[in-house]
């Protein structure tokens, strides 16, 4: 198992961001990207997983598609976590693609995605990047 120091893996979600193309990046709006070490059991039973689920990344917020006239300053949040990904990724190189892949597709459910349409968009993608 890898073990960064959370200053390392903040540095990796920082460049995890940075790879998300400026178009979507002008587009975030009222969202915070914090990391933190693992899901809590609350946010695991929030989205209905068993309790050995591996959960990368959360969205909590509402997507901007659904913002009404309403809808309030509090700002969305993107959860990274760090130990379920240090868990599974081989090396450096492993753990920088899962958090650039965790972070597009967090930044997809704010943008409005459901899991389905976002599942559809990385197939999308990695296809292209074959």
Not at 76 to 81: C, G, L, N, R
Request: glycine share 4%; proline share 5%.
């Amino acid at each position: 198992m890898l073990n960064f120091t959370r200053e390392e893996f903040e540095k990796i979600v920082e460049q995890g961001i940075k790879s998300i193309p400026e178009k979507f990046l002008q587009k975030l709006d009222n969202v915070a990207v914090v990391v933190e070490d693992e899901p809590t059991q609350a946010q695991k039973n929030k989205l209905g997983l068993c309790p050995d689920s591996t959960l990368f990344g959360l969205y909590e917020g509402v997507p901007q598609l659904k913002r009404g006239t309403n809808y309030s300053a509090i700002p969305d949040k993107i959860t990274i976590f760090q130990k379920p990904i240090e868990a599974v990724a081989t090396d450096e190189k492993d753990i920088k693609e899962i958090v650039k892949n965790t972070v597009w597709h967090e930044i997809a459910h704010h943008f409005g995605m459901d899991e389905a349409r976002v599942r559809q968009a990385e197939a999308k993608r990695r296809k292209k990047m074959l």
